[in-house]
């Protein structure tokens, strides 16, 4: 557990940020909160020859509204993301999911922003991003661009930002009337998701007129369960929710690990979407 | 004088003395320690678990700046194998243990080449410029299949991976009752691997005197006298040329009852070097070097009558030695092998033990040692054997437990038992958990086919402790004795040094035996300190591990404090002009019968012992006194442990909704300090049952190799538990104390597995194996379902 040496570079940003990784090219990362860096360097699963502090750089924390849609800074801790009352407003399941996140001391350390661009579909934000339709913004030298959450999470570990990119903020559009709930199934509290799911549910007159449910951990990016958001629509009992779910596995890939087998996550996937969709939906 | 007696301090909750310095880390944990010149070591590790060496060349090490030095086993060839101390049997196969790999290594995780360095960062980067060529060997990685005609071999010079087969029989003949019996039940249970957490990495620290030859080794060890005596023979310093101090230790639970490999690598590389040198290892170093505890496949059969009433138990061990015997690998099995018939009356014990080499870690003490596997097995079965019969579980243990009138009892396995209260601990357990209510909640929801169902898992455990009898060890084969030592020093301004041969290192040793010494001589609780963990200032010692340091060295303390006293009445009689016969002995005053105006207080005496002025004719002018206590039998803490778990039959997922346990450890010192160990030791017992194992892949790598795979469960994934005790003293030590280190590891994980399959057996499940995962119990109840 002793990370190999490497250069450290702490800008005062977001602009000198952005020069720096420039600078460095493919050989810098991006240190946010430290909770998942920190341990791939003390592994030696990391061996940057930069690394960039962005945790002192004012302009990337804080929470605000634009209109319709809620601006969170990238490196907004959890704890503040939990706490913070415009995303307990307007993005209640992320502050619900958030608060699932590891423990305290975590939460006081790892950022919104972090985590996401850490890209491991094992972590619970990501697929929460993705149900709630966000966009994430990134600043590099040629200027800033937003990228839809579908499009964000690449691979496994692998987001879309370039090397010399910076996530900065992530923008939601605020889900006011949304029910939300977020089903984490873990073996210890301190672990990540076997599966978690993630759910908003607009209600009309009884029926669920539109389902949106994120897929934590069942797949090598978070996955959106569309089939089952297809069969949803209309549901209008805790029956037809129980039939619509059958498909929320459909075209999932998840891993075999010491935590689970992919057909046991399947099986996961449906029976927690249908725990978070009557939730969210007021019917559990 | 009043009569009102000063309040006992045995029995009080006392807040730790030792807590402050330990929980501030305002203290000398053995990574903390830094002297001039310090350089680190790091161990370059085998990343396969079965290979030849072909070749190591360290030199290219010696080139990465702020290396000093790099050795490879051969290098360090005069350091003589590891110490086995328990050759169970005659014929045991007792490979060599070199620190260092030589010519083959035989688990991931083995050592290999060592780098001495300025920093710890330059010494483990340079371990990657080493260079080592591997002839790739078969792994063997299954405990039967390793004892198969062919198998690849660990040790290919032994012929065989047996290491021993180790029998007890006794009373009538298994096949006889089994003939006679209405019913048998025979299962097979699984114990995992498991890998020991203490909250203190291991870490040594040597420094080296060169011109007298003299060394002093820091070792974050629950051992530090028998590792003096240990290393004295693995590198050849002379016993009297090596001093070993235990600093404060942050937790072992059985995994620093050990003679490491780094301890003796880091001896010799200060004496070849002649500067002194410090290893920590990291947390996912030690989940490969540290030794793990438990695996183990046990083929139990019970032979009883149709109403529940056992004749006979067989026990089929076949326990995962790893890839060396260590200080006490081949014992731990053995020690469990007295504890299979627990509290029950039988007329038949058949037991083996077969020693089985694998190329994984090599196993040894984990909190428990062999009982926590004798009582999971024998309280599994008695609850398949209630299923079986139909009885209540608690129904089918009180029809076959030794009665509270029968003790002393000596039990079919040759342990005479002391004491104990089945009844009371039982009936008092019952009664905190509303097993009534939690029975007919249970009956509903199965009725109701609730998908959640509820289970009620009992455990009625016993446990043998304070080791040990040395003529018994010395019968079990083990290399030394079971005795434990005390000194008691009386200063001259009547404070009070207890120096003690047990090593804690996380169990509040200073502020217990403070509480006995300060009732026996009657002086404040605040006035005593207690000294250990250096061979030095405490140089005899058996050290602290299988809950003996109580009830043995406990002991002893009493018994030294009393002979102090002792002393100190001759001096009291001559100073008051009494005889010693007329002296009453309160509170720490000696007044003379009658006239109570006549006093001397023992702080009194200590004081004329420093002056002698006026001593009796003759008398050695001191009142210090050492006491060392060798037992006549061990103790036997029992309890009754209770637990009801939901069980989500849809995720498998399972939930302990409450947990109730009656402890009888006898007498208690430090209610507090009981209550503490009991509630880590039914976390430990709890983790093997629900979340603890060490996966390994088919080629032998340990796959849950950090803590982000190998689930400690932590405050957050564990219920609130009822903790209650009934009191019956031990007969074997004059403080009736039985010890509780253990306890609550023993009992716990077998009353969580009963009571998962207690709540799925309606759906036709009777075992999940441990640890019982969400996904286990899922293809369980779907299994049972099909």
């Known amino acids: ?52 502090d962005v945790g002192r750089i004012p302009e990337l924390r804080g929470v605000r509204e634009d209109g319709d849609t809620l601006v969170i800074g990238a490196m907004t801790t959890h704890h503040d993301v939990v706490t913070d009352p415009l995303v307990r407003r307007h993005a209640g399941l992320l502050a619900a999911a958030t608060a699932t996140v590891a423990d305290p001391a975590v939460r006081h350390r790892g950022t919104l922003g972090g985590s996401l661009a850490h890209a491991d579909p094992a972590g619970d934000l990501p697929a929460v991003i993705l149900a709630l339709g966000g966009e994430l913004v990134a600043q ?73 449910i994120g897929l934590t951990n069942m797949g090598a990016t978070p996955l959106r369960a569309t089939a089952a958001e297809a069969a949803l629509t209309g549901a209008g009992g805790t029956e037809s929710v129980a039939r619509a779910v059958e498909s929320a596995a459909e075209g999932t890939h998840p891993a075999q690990d010491t935590a689970a087998s992919p057909e046991y996550r399947e099986h996961l996937a449906r029976v927690l979407t249908r725990r978070a969709v009557l939730a969210a939906a007021g019917m559990g | 004088m009043t009569d009102q007696a000063v309040q006992s301090e045995v029995g009080r909750a006392r807040p730790r003395k030792e807590d402050a310095r330990l929980i501030t880390g305002q203290t000398n944990w053995t ?27 360290v030199s290219p090490a010696l080139e990465r700046p702020g290396v000093v030095a790099a050795f490879s086993g051969r290098d360090l060839d005069g350091l003589g194998s590891l110490p086995c101390a328990w050759p169970v049997t005659e014929d045991i196969v007792l490979p060599d243990h070199p620190p260092i790999a030589v010519d083959e290594v035989r688990y991931a995780g083995d050592p290999v080449a060592v780098v001495v360095a300025r920093d710890r960062y330059a010494a483990a980067d340079a371990l990657e410029a080493i260079e080592v060529d591997y002839e790739p060997l078969p792994p063997v990685l299954d405990l039967e299949a390793a004892l198969a005609e062919g198998s690849p071999l660990v040790h290919s010079d032994k012929g065989t991976n047996r290491s021993y087969v180790w029998p007890l029989k006794t009373g009538e003949d298994f096949d006889s009752v089994r003939r006679r019996a209405e019913v048998t039940v025979k299962r097979r249970y699984v114990h995992q691997r498991l890998i020991p957490n203490a909250m203190e990495p291991r870490a040594v620290v040597v420094t080296p005197l060169a011109a007298s030859g003299e060394y002093t080794l820091y070792s974050a060890t629950q051992i530090p006298h028998i590792l003096r005596i240990m290393l004295a023979v693995v590198t050849g310093i002379p016993e009297h040329k090596l001093r070993v101090i235990a600093p404060d230790v942050g937790g072992g639970f059985g995994s620093k009852l050990q003679v490491y490999g780094e301890e003796a690598i880091a001896l010799a590389v200060a004496r070849r070097i002649g500067r002194p040198v410090k290893w920590t290892e990291s947390r996912s170093e030690g989940y490969l070097a540290t030794h793990h505890g438990r695996g183990m496949i046990q083929d ?88 079986e019969v139909g009885l209540d579980p608690v129904e089918l243990r009180r029809r076959n437990w030794i009665g509270h009138e029968e003790f002393p009892y000596t039990t079919i396995a040759g342990l005479t038992y002391d004491s104990g209260n089945y009844e009371a601990a039982t009936g008092k357990a019952l009664a905190l958990f509303e097993y009534d209510k939690l029975r007919a909640e249970q009956a509903d929801r199965t009725a109701r086919g609730d998908s959640v169902r509820l289970g009620i ?63 026996v001589l009657g002086v404040p609780f605040e006035d005593v300190e207690v000294v250990h963990g ?106 009754t442990h209770l637990c009801a778990v939901e069980v989500d039959t849809e995720t498998g997922q399972t939930k302990i909704r409450s947990y109730v346990c009656v402890d009888d450890v006898g007498r208690v010192v430090n209610p507090m300090i009981v209550e503490g160990q009991v509630h880590g030791g039914l976390a430990q017992g709890i983790a093997q049952a629900l979340f ?57 994980t077998p009353a969580v597995v009963n009571a998962i399959v207690d709540a799925l057996r309606p759906l036709g499940v009777h075992d999940v194996r441990m640890p019982c995962t969400p996904e286990r119990v899922w293809r369980a109840v779907r299994e049972a379902r099909s």
Not at chain 2, 34 to 56: C, K, Q
Request: overall charge negative; aromatic content about 8%.
């Open chain 2, 457 to 519: 898992g009992v455990s009625t455990y016993t446990e043998m402790c304070g080791l040990a009898p040395s003529r018994v060890l010395r019968d079990l084969r083990y290399a030394a004795g079971g005795w434990e030592a005390a000194t008691i020093r009386m200063l001259p301004t009547g404070k009070v040094e207890v120096v003690t041969g047990t090593s804690p290192h996380g169990q509040g040793h200073v502020t217990s035996w403070s509480q006995i010494a300060a009732d």
């Open chain 2, 31 to 57: 990574d903390n320690i830094s002297v001039n010149g310090l350089l680190h070591l790091a161990i370059l590790r085998s990343p396969m678990a079965h290979a030849r060496i072909e070749r190591v060349d």
């Open chain 2, 300 to 387: 139990v059969e019970v032979a009883a009558m149709r109403d529940g009433r056992l004749l006979g138990l067989k026990v089929d061990l076949l326990t995962d030695m790893g890839a060396y015997l260590m200080l006490v690998t081949p014992g731990i099995p053995i020690l469990g092998a007295f504890m299979y018939p627990a509290i029950y009356k039988m007329d038949s014990y058949d037991f083996t033990c077969t020693g089985v080499f694998t190329t994984r870690t090599p196993t040894d003490a984990y909190r428990g040692a062999g009982r926590p596997e004798a009582t999971y097995a024998i309280e599994r079965i008695m609850d398949e054997l209630a299923a």
């Open chain 2, 534 to 639: 250096d061979t030095k200032a405490a140089p005899q010692g058996m050290d602290t591990y299988g809950s003996r340091s109580l009830v043995v060295g406990g002991a002893a303390v009493h018994h030294a404090a009393q002979k102090v006293v002792a002393k100190a009445r001759k001096i009291a009689a001559h100073l008051l002009e009494a005889s010693e016969q007329d002296l009453d002995f309160a509170d720490g005053v000696f007044s003379v019968k009658g006239s109570p105006e006549a006093r001397k207080t023992i702080q009194e005496v200590a004081f004329e012992t420093f002056t002698s002025h006026d001593l009796p004719d003759g008398m050695e002018p001191t009142i210090n006194a050492e006491h060392l206590v060798d037992p006549d039998n061990f103790s036997y803490p029992h309890g």
């Open chain 1, 140 to 212: 590099g030298p040629r200027g800033r661009r937003a990228v839809a959450a579908g499009d964000f999470f690449v691979d496994y570990l692998q987001s879309a930002l370039e090397p010399d990119e910076l996530l900065v903020e992530v923008r939601l559009p605020k889900a006011d009337g949304w029910g939300f709930h977020y089903e984490k199934f873990h073996p210890v509290a301190q672990s990540w998701a076997t599966v978690g799911v993630a759910a908003l549910v607009r209600r009309d007159d009884g029926h669920i007129a539109e389902a949106r």
């Open chain 2, 692 to 748: 603890e194992e060490a996966v390994y892949d088919d080629e032998g790598n340990l796959v849950t190799g950090t803590m982000a795979d190998y689930l400690v469960p932590s405050a957050a994934d564990l219920p609130e538990f009822v903790t209650e005790r009934t009191e019956t003293p031990a007969t074997s030590n004059p403080l009736g104390v039985k010890g509780v280190g253990e306890a609550g590891t023993i009992a716990s």
């Open chain 1, 1 to 52: 557990m002793i990370p190999p040496a490497f250069e450290y570079a702490r800008p005062a940003s977001v602009d000198e940020a952005v020069r720096t990784l420039a600078e460095a090219g493919e050989e810098a990362k991006v240190l946010a909160g430290g909770q998942s860096l920190l341990p791939l360097l003390r592994l030696r699963l990391a061996f940057p020859e930069l690394v960039v």
